[in-house]
């Protein structure tokens, strides 16, 4: 079945730390892979996407590259602040199959310290 | 543009209750799901639905989990009897379309605490 697999966490960074949070998928054929992420007290909101291979999605000061290779999705970014603490999710909705249900990664915990 | 809507925020019943959560999508998106996130997982897939129909509903506990969408908009999900392993966040999104590139938009959830 489909699965992804996040960094466990929780991260705790200073202001201006370069950020990984690593993610590896399973999936049968050519996902399309998201990350999420959700700030205190709100519900969750997409923070980018990827729908084919070697595709990179960027917001935020935020980037990850889809990689078939080593099926990764590993969501980088050079300067983090505090504002970016939150919990971030790496999901992916499969190629195939009648439903598009989105499979979720346990979720990264980042602090980031002024 | 409004974005997923739910109520209510929060939820607080005894075991044994029946209790009932509603979702207004984004206008025009024919995909809305339910999702359950227990603290310190992932969302969980409970049922899809496209348009008034069900897509996938293979992880809704049936025996004290039902859903339903009238007319294509508005959703309801309802637990009877709730157990203590049902507290949860539980989460409504909505895509335009099914397709596994569509972007899904969450709402702020309903926090669901079984006492």
């Known amino acids: 079945g489909n699965s992804v697999t996040q960094m466990e966490g929780p991260v705790t960074l200073s202001e201006e730390a370069f950020l990984t949070i690593n993610c590896t998928y399973t999936?049968?054929?050519?996902?399309?892979l998201f990350w999420y992420v959700q700030y205190p007290g709100e519900g969750l909101q997409l923070l980018l996407k990827?729908?084919?291979?070697?595709d990179k999605g960027s917001n935020k000061g935020f980037e990850a590259t889809y990689r078939k290779e080593t099926t990764s999705f590993h969501l980088e970014k050079g300067s983090v602040q505090v504002s970016d603490s939150a919990v971030y999710f790496c999901?992916?909705?499969?190629?195939?199959?009648?439903?598009?249900?989105?499979?979720f990664g346990s979720g990264t915990q980042l602090t980031v310290l002024p | 543009e409004a974005g997923v809507a739910q109520s209510p925020r929060y939820k607080i019943i005894e075991k044994r209750q029946s209790v009932a959560f509603w979702c207004n999508p984004i206008?025009?998106?024919?995909?809305l799901y339910w999702y359950q996130q227990i603290l310190g997982q992932g969302p969980k897939l409970l049922i899809q639905?496209?348009?008034?129909?069900?897509?996938?509903d293979s992880q809704l506990p049936k025996d004290r989990f039902s859903a339903e969408r009238l007319k294509g908009v508005d959703s309801t999900l309802k637990i009877q009897p709730a157990k203590l392993e049902d507290s949860a966040v539980y989460l409504c999104a909505s895509s335009q379309g099914g397709h596994s590139t569509d972007t899904q938009y969450f709402g702020p959830g309903t926090r669901l605490t079984v006492l």
């Open positions: 999936a049968t054929g050519y996902p399309s």
């Open positions: 990827a729908t084919k291979a070697d």
């Open positions: 206008s025009g998106h024919a995909t």
């Open positions: 999901a992916l909705n499969p190629s195939s199959g009648s439903a598009r249900q989105l499979t």
């Open positions: 639905f496209q348009n008034n129909g069900v897509v996938d």
